[in-house]
């Protein structure tokens, strides 16, 4: 591809060809040239999210403090094939949407290449996704599971490198041991990366797996290279951004599930809900095709999570909605009915924030904050967190009880023995937050969220809990809606997903997965008829549902966690 230059115009160019070769030739820069100069040295950057870091999404967080934005994870085979179809449905930008890095997942330097060549002259860099942990990457071989090909890596490096006119960056995970975590950065580096984004737990960590991101990683590997480095992991508040740039020395803090509960994280400030909603729809309004109806759904659901739980015909009418219209009108409902609580204040300005044991802050039920979950405990009412006290997780992965310990320094700068964790900042000491791919817990919807996070699917959290009656109440309306054939939520008390009525347990996708068949059918006229049809499946079957092909697991979960679980759902 020739790239132009001034000297191949022979004359001064023109006010309208001046920013494009601009442009071009600012994208030559490298390493802190180019993130000073054309990424203009962000510190707040909003992560890769696939069908969640869309052009409205990103118009809104830039507008609230983000001074850089990933598109959402695009496959590269699929980009790049001629048909154009989802290429079409998946890249959108403007002239709101700059600087920007496009993120591809591959396994192959010429079809990454191609890919990549599609879109280098509407970004201002390349991301290579090296740290996807689910399923889906497994299968497809891409993400933290080329984590062991590091030929390939550094070929897909240096390809990008070599071809594009635009830089190429990196976002990966860390290694169990830091020292080879530290090779596998340099070797990145030395292939040709120009900007690395390191997020702070191994590819196992995920689900209800995944503890805290080790910030002493992301230290050491940012001493140990000459290129920006951006971490990611842990964070929740505006005050945890400092802690993190301060523990860690990077160039800037990357936030996902941060950032889609608060899109105005970066600016300190809890607003009102409905304001930023609102805000939001108009955006998709204004800018055609800037966000498909599933992408609304998503983020509707965790601006209000909060708030739903009180409100379940306003959670049922979003996740019917079918056009922009719908959305619109469930908000604007929404809003009269928090602006009565709140007296119409837009931001909550306490002087002093009131926090819980844990230390966590107290916020109304009308204002954006961010979505926490105690490691390793399934956050519901069966949970007796008073009596027991939170269950987190050391490095290891290992289950610790521990007594309510916020103030206690020692947690908040002491390291998990056999672990390389440095300080800790206190508002995430007990939590799990804010990754491209993480999204821990082990309820439901953490794992159908999980998939939002990772950009490994296409399942969308919308949880928000159920009425009263908790999942009773659900289930007997879940049974009557399945003989009328109609569209209902999930039973599980902590999952709000559209549940399948042709799954042998009547759960939605994720939740299906997650028992993996050690709870029994629910419904009263179906329990027993779909018990026998399992036991004869089973028989020439590997899988317990064959709609969402879940394999069988344990009547007995290995996990007080998952044991709490099947307790709520059945």
């Known amino acids: 591809m020739l790239i132009p230059t001034i000297a191949h115009y022979n004359r001064i160019p023109s006010t309208k060809e001046l920013p494009y070769l601009t442009r071009i030739m ?120 080329l984590q062991d090909e590091w030929e390939l890596i550094a070929e897909m490096v240096r390809t990008l490198d070599k071809e594009l006119a635009v830089p190429v960056t990196c976002k990966i995970r860390v290694f169990p041991d830091v020292e080879k975590t530290i090779r596998y950065a340099k070797m990145i580096e030395e292939a040709g990366c120009q900007l690395l984004t390191v997020h702070g737990r191994v590819r196992e960590q995920k689900g209800h797996k995944t503890g805290l991101a080790d910030w002493e990683q992301i230290r050491r590997v940012k001493e140990a290279v000459s290129i920006p480095v951006f971490a990611n992991g842990n964070i929740l508040y505006f005050e945890d951004i400092e802690r993190c740039l301060t523990a860690t020395g990077v160039d800037g803090v990357m936030t996902a599930e941060g950032n889609l509960y608060n899109p105005a994280l970066f600016t300190g400030k809890h607003y009102a809900s409905w304001k930023l909603a609102e805000e939001y729809l108009q955006i998709c309004k204004n800018v055609p095709k800037s966000a498909p109806l599933g992408a609304i759904r998503g983020h509707l659901f965790k601006m209000f999570k909060p708030c739903l739980s009180e409100h379940t015909d306003i959670r049922t009418q979003l996740a019917k909605a079918n056009k922009l219209e719908d959305f619109i009108d469930s908000v604007r ?195 027993q008829d779909a018990t026998v049809e399992i036991e004869e499946k089973n028989s020439k079957s590997r899988f317990v549902c064959e709609v969402h092909r879940t394999r069988p697991k344990n009547k007995e979960p290995k996990s007080d966690g998952a044991q709490q679980l099947m307790e709520v759902v059945a």
């Not at 990754?435 to 928000?464: I, L």
Request: charged share 25%.
């Open 26 to 145: 600012s994208r030559k820069l490298k390493g802190y040239e180019f993130y000073e100069k054309v990424l203009k040295s962000p510190k707040y950057i909003v992560a890769p999210m696939v069908e969640q870091s869309e052009y409205a999404w990103r118009i809104l967080s830039n507008r609230y403090g983000a001074q850089l934005c990933y598109t959402p994870m695009l496959h590269a085979r699929l980009f790049s094939q001629p048909d154009g179809k989802y290429r079409a449905e998946n890249w959108q930008t403007g002239e709101h949407d700059r600087p920007l890095i496009a993120q591809f997942c591959a396994n192959d330097p010429k079809i990454l290449l191609a890919a990549a060549k599609m879109v280098e002259n509407e970004c201002d860099a390349v991301d290579i996704n090296l740290g996807c942990p689910q399923h889906i990457a497994r299968r497809g071989r891409y993400g933290a599971f």
């Open 333 to 527: 409902e929404l809003k009269h009915r928090l602006i009565a609580i709140s007296g119409g204040a837009e931001e909550y300005q306490p002087e002093v924030f009131e926090t819980d044991e844990s230390g966590f802050r107290k916020l109304p039920s009308w204002v954006l904050q961010p979505y926490f979950r105690v490691d390793g405990t399934l956050k519901s009412k069966s949970v007796d967190e008073k009596a027991n006290g939170p269950i987190r997780e050391d490095a290891k992965g290992a289950e610790t009880k521990s007594e309510d310990k916020s103030d206690d320094p020692e947690l908040f700068s002491s390291t998990t023995e056999g672990s390389t964790n440095g300080p800790i900042a206190p508002s995430v000491l007990h939590v799990t937050a804010g990754g491209e791919e993480e999204t821990p817990s082990t309820d439901p919807e953490a794992v159908s969220k999980e998939v939002v996070q990772n950009g490994c699917g296409k399942k969308r959290s919308a949880d928000c809990g159920t009425g009263a009656n908790g999942a009773a109440e659900n289930l007997s309306k879940k049974a009557r809606r399945i003989k009328e054939g109609k569209v209902l939520i999930c039973p599980t008390e902590t999952c709000a997903n559209v549940a399948s009525v042709k799954c042998a347990f009547g759960l939605c996708k994720a939740c299906c997965k997650f028992t993996g068949g050690a709870l029994n059918p629910v419904g009263e006229n179906k329990a």
